[in-house]
């Protein structure tokens, strides 16, 4: 997809479209520190089982007020 939209619209304006317009004017890599992969719940950094997991997903639906 990257080479036919290269192809179709130019380098500048794919990395424009791809990376965002922030990225592309500052040169700052935000697209690559925001997203919307976590914008309900976020991912345990550990696995966790039974419990934990219940209680991480209590922690996750609660937000940080919520959490101790």
Do not use: C, H, K
Request: aromatic share 8%; hydrophobic share 45%.
């Amino acid at each position: 997809m990257r080479a036919f939209m290269s192809r179709m619209l130019g380098q500048t304006t794919t990395a424009t479209i791809l990376r965002g317009l922030v990225n592309q004017v500052t040169g700052a890599d935000i697209a690559g520190r925001v997203g919307l992969s976590d914008l309900w719940f976020r991912d345990a950094d550990r696995e966790l089982e039974g419990r934990g997991a219940y209680y991480n997903l209590l922690e996750q639906a609660a937000g940080p007020m919520g959490a101790s």
